[in-house]
């Protein structure tokens, strides 16, 4: 049914052009981004053919686009001084679309792709004009000094034609007859927002007229920034544009650490990943708001992607450039998978380098530039590696917790308070911890809890005090998950210390044997009248009382029995909990735990004469209820309060009558 210069669309192009005008409404603003990519890509060719010094129309004219915005006529144009079409080349162009390309592109559409994403990557961007344009007509002429003029057009929905037309220079318009409802970009600021946002780093100018031009109509302004820093050589990038660019990224700050890489193969790819100082206002806003800028030859593609960092290390902001990233992505779900697991690894990697680089840095004297113009250099000890610790450890203990890929060198990179004095400030080691063991001492002792504060102060603590043997201590609610999760370290068992342990057990082995009996046995020894009254006024609320030698100061503690129920797990099911907002804390005491009393102090000993000399004194069931709960509360855990505090009350009330 063609006429002379009247063609129809290939069906296939047809179905795509009608798929993109209803799938991608929503989305629009995207045909910008793909006219500005061709334009870009067609200035390019031109400076290929000027580099062969080839015979051209136009030598002189400058590589550029230019966005002219008609209101009167309510077009926008986007044009550019590229290499231009022949007639041939239109129908070609313009008319069909590679058949593969069009299978492809539909296929992936059904595999869920995102059209956003999708549309530059098969040779369909050019429909995406018809998203905001009723009519589009393409004005080009090509490079050759003798080529002649053409006019395109069409209403995208079945036919084009094709007719003679009048153009001076070379390279190509598009005008879009915009649609009303996107009349908004013929608004310069919106135009400029659009370039920024997707096409800031192509490397032609992107040029509008100012808005309102002092004197001279035809001042222009360039509006995108041209140069890829991540495509430089690190070499020439001054620390300047690297922290403006972090700027540009994260809203503020400085970064702690940069990592710059350009990689060849397998996958050609170019980066810049930034360890911030603090968290970033989007990352504190939405959970869900990390990720990375996925550029494909510097034409951002996907905002906050998260295929290509390990969950774990979502605390990182940056950017990643391929040649061929799009392709790759998504021709094939086999290869886009091993293309993202590959750079996903590979930044992972260079993550982790850093980190140890600081990790072994810190503490070291390092010279810093005067903060005052002229002054002289400074030096002050590095500290980064605890600055970054303290924002973002949790993060690492959740690889550790979730990843076991990284695992091995995620626990190196673990630092922890302590009851040493190298560990008062937080930056204990592994290493380090290892070193310092006692020569006959084989595992690493450690305590979990929900405040470092109530651990510093644990009953628990007071044995490996007198001992001299360090111990551990993790004060944050993750750490109860990172601690299921780490059994050993050098072939040293990882031990909670208010677990019983063994070599106790085995002194008592008569104890042992009846260990299948849980309920508690025989009370023996001269506190046995108090022992047996306080397992009968506790009830279940304990699974035994015992005395223990190990408390020095304190008058109680809660303790795991052996082959109990671990009380990082009790406190990890605990903080679900109350996450998904079931029982509040108190709801769920530490369950089937053995209260020890300290058999020296001077507490339990006239607790003890009382229960022998005047049972029915009311105070002793007061009193062993007290002693229990404030025994719970050393470990984090939370008992009824209103019961506590009536019976606080009675207690003082019989210290005032004394
Ligand atoms: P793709 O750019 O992915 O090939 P498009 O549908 O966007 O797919 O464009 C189809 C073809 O039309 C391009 O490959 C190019 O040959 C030609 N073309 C589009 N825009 C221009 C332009 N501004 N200058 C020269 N050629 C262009």
């Known amino acids: ?60 004219a400058p590589l550029e686009i230019r966005l002219i ?28 679309i590679a058949q593969s390309g069009t299978e492809q592109f539909l296929q992936a559409l059904d595999e869920g792709g995102d059209a956003t994403e999708l549309i530059g990557m098969f040779g369909v961007g050019f429909y995406s004009a018809f998203l905001v344009a009723s009519k589009v007509e393409v004005i080009t002429r090509g490079v050759s000094p003798q080529s002649k003029a053409w006019k395109w057009s069409s209403d995208g929905e079945d036919s084009f034609t094709i007719e003679p037309a009048e153009k001076e220079s070379r390279g190509t318009d598009i005008i879009l007859h915009l649609k009303e409802e996107d009349e908004k970009y013929l608004n310069n600021w919106e135009l400029r927002t659009l370039v920024r946002r997707y096409s800031n780093y192509i490397q032609f ?51 702690l650490a940069t990592i710059h ?24 806003a939405q959970q869900d708001e990390w990720g990375l800028n996925i550029y494909n030859r510097k034409v951002l593609i996907n905002e906050s992607n998260k295929e290509m960092l390990p969950e774990w290390a979502r605390f990182v902001v940056g950017v990643v450039d391929g040649e061929n990233l799009k392709l790759n992505v998504s021709r094939e779900v086999l290869q886009e998978n091993s293309t993202k697991r590959a750079i996903q690894k590979h930044l992972a990697k260079k993550i982790l380098d850093k980190l140890e680089e600081m990790a072994d840095e810190f503490g070291k004297e ?33 690889g550790i917790a979730q990843d076991s890929q990284y695992k091995d060198r995620l626990t190196e990179l673990l630092r922890f308070d302590s009851t040493a004095e190298e560990g008062k400030l ?64 050098q072939e040293k068992p990882f031990f909670l210390i208010d677990e019983e342990e063994t070599e106790e057990e085995e002194e008592k082995s008569e104890e042992t044997e009846d260990e299948e009996d849980d309920s508690p046995k025989e009370k023996t020894g001269p506190l046995a009248p108090l022992l047996t009254r306080a397992v009968t006024v506790l009830g279940t609320k304990v699974s035994d009382v015992k005395t223990s030698e190990r408390l020095v100061g304190a008058v109680a503690s809660l303790v795991t029995p052996k082959g109990g129920m671990n009380s990082n797990l009790q406190r990890a099911m605990r903080i679900m909990q109350a996450q998904q907002g079931g029982a509040g804390l108190g709801n769920m005491g530490m369950m ?17 004469s009382l229960v022998e000399n005047t049972p029915e004194d009311e105070r002793i069931d007061m009193m062993i209820l007290q002693i229990h709960d404030q025994a719970r509360i050393l470990e984090g855990d939370v008992p009824d309060f209103a019961e506590m505090l009536s019976r606080m009350e009675n207690i003082m009330k019989f210290a005032v009558d004394e």
């Open 205 to 255: 100018p992107i040029k509008a007229k100012k808005t309102d031009p002092k004197e001279d109509e035809d001042e222009w302004e360039t509006l995108n920034d041209q140069v890829a820093l991540w495509r430089k050589n690190p070499k020439e990038v001054t620390e300047e544009e690297y922290e403006g660019f972090f700027r540009s990224l994260s809203m503020g700050g400085t970064p």
């Open 1 to 60: 049914m063609s006429t002379e210069n009247s063609y129809q669309f290939k069906a296939s192009t047809s179905k795509v052009l009608q798929i993109i005008t209803h799938s991608l409404y929503q989305n629009s603003e995207v045909y910008l981004r793909e006219l500005i990519s061709n334009a870009s890509d067609a200035l390019n060719k031109v400076r290929i053919k000027q580099l062969q010094s080839e015979n051209i129309l136009d030598p002189a």
């Open 261 to 284: 890489l350009r990689v060849e193969t397998p996958i050609e790819f170019y980066a810049i990943i930034y360890i911030p100082r603090f968290k970033t206002q989007n990352f504190m």
């Open 592 to 608: 089937g735990k053995v209260l020890t009393l300290n058999p020296n102090h001077e507490l339990v000993q006239r607790l003890n």
């Open 366 to 398: 390092i010279t810093v530039e005067s903060e005052e113009e002229d002054g002289e250099p400074e030096t002050r000890t590095n500290e980064d590696y605890m600055d970054f610790w303290r924002e973002f450890g949790p993060f690492l203990k959740e």
């Open 426 to 489: 937080g930056g204990r080691s592994l290493t380090d911890y290892v070193i310092n063991m006692k020569p006959d001492q084989d595992k690493i002792y450690y305590l979990t809890g929900l405040e470092l504060d109530m651990l510093k102060k644990s009953p628990h603590l007071e044995y490996y005090k007198k001992e001299g043997v360090e111990v551990l201590l993790l004060g944050e609610p993750i750490d109860s998950f990172l601690m299921m999760h780490l059994n050993e370290y």
């Open 69 to 96: 915005a008609d209101k009167e006529r309510n077009t926008l144009t986007v044009s550019d001084t590229g290499i231009g079409m022949t007639k041939s080349e239109l129908q070609e162009n313009l008319g069909t």
